[in-house]
């Protein structure tokens, strides 16, 4: 009688990886926040129900492949979003008032997207960084204010989108936009303070909308703040 051939064993997971991609998959969510320590290694040994060697092995292969996680002491702080690293997006620079014209269409949709996702996904914390741009942005004298500070707060509303592909857009095309809103000044300049003016409260319309969950309210906000952004420069 021919003998049973046994079972081959269980492959054991490899437990460290399993962690390693889910903290990165967190990191993308927005669970774990831009800009912020990781949690302890005691406190996500509890969270993904594994040993503290895990959780440090699992770290040790993060950082040593991921440029957008640094370490300061004992913990892990993440730097940047992970898919900005793998993003392949290139744009040419703007030449002509066409160059022009294409970035802001291409902005227009892409951030009245992000807007509505904010209002729908956006938590407290998302919502004081946004302000917090918003104050930073509308803070200064008007022949002080910085262009990065703009940039800033759109991609603050993108990153309370929740999702990682607004913010790796938007980051892909940071060049051009700020090369926009420093052209867009320098054409307003004679009416400078009219102008800034009518952006603050343009700003503070989108970050009303996102701050009540309005999504719908959030898109119009943003269209409306990007069409008016073109027309002071075009004069339409």
């Not at 702080?77 to 898919?83: F, G, I, K, L, M």
């Not at 209002?119 to 104050?135: T, Y």
């Not at 200064?140 to 991609?155: K, S, Y």
Request: charged share 30%.
């Amino acid at each position: 009688m021919a003998l049973d051939t046994p079972p081959l064993p269980a492959r054991r997971p490899n437990l460290a990886a399993s962690v390693q991609s889910a903290i990165a998959e967190a990191i993308r969510s927005g669970q774990f926040k831009i800009g912020e320590f990781l949690p302890t290694e005691h406190a996500l040994s509890i969270m993904y129900g594994v040993s503290r060697p895990t959780v440090r092995e699992a770290l040790v292969r993060l950082r040593a492949k991921s440029p957008y996680l640094s370490r300061s002491g004992h913990r892990t702080r993440v730097d940047r979003h992970p898919d900005l690293d793998r993003s392949a997006l290139t744009f040419q620079d703007i030449s002509c008032i066409e160059d022009f014209k294409r970035c802001y269409e291409f902005r227009r949709n892409i951030e009245a997207g992000a807007a509505r996702h904010a209002a729908l996904n956006r938590d407290d914390e998302d919502l004081d960084k946004i302000w917090q741009a918003f104050d930073r942005l509308h803070g200064h004298a008007l022949d002080e204010m910085p262009v990065d500070a703009d940039f800033t707060f759109h991609v603050a509303i993108a990153s309370a989108s929740r999702n990682p592909l607004f913010l790796t857009v938007l980051e892909s095309i940071r060049n051009q936009t700020l090369f926009t809103m420093d052209l867009s000044r320098k054409f307003s300049r004679p009416q400078q303070l009219q102008r800034m003016r009518a952006v603050e409260e343009e700003h503070r319309r989108v970050v009303s909308a996102i701050a009540d969950s309005k999504p719908d309210a959030a898109d119009a906000a943003m269209r409306f703040h990007i069409d008016q952004s073109t027309a002071r420069v075009l004069g339409k």
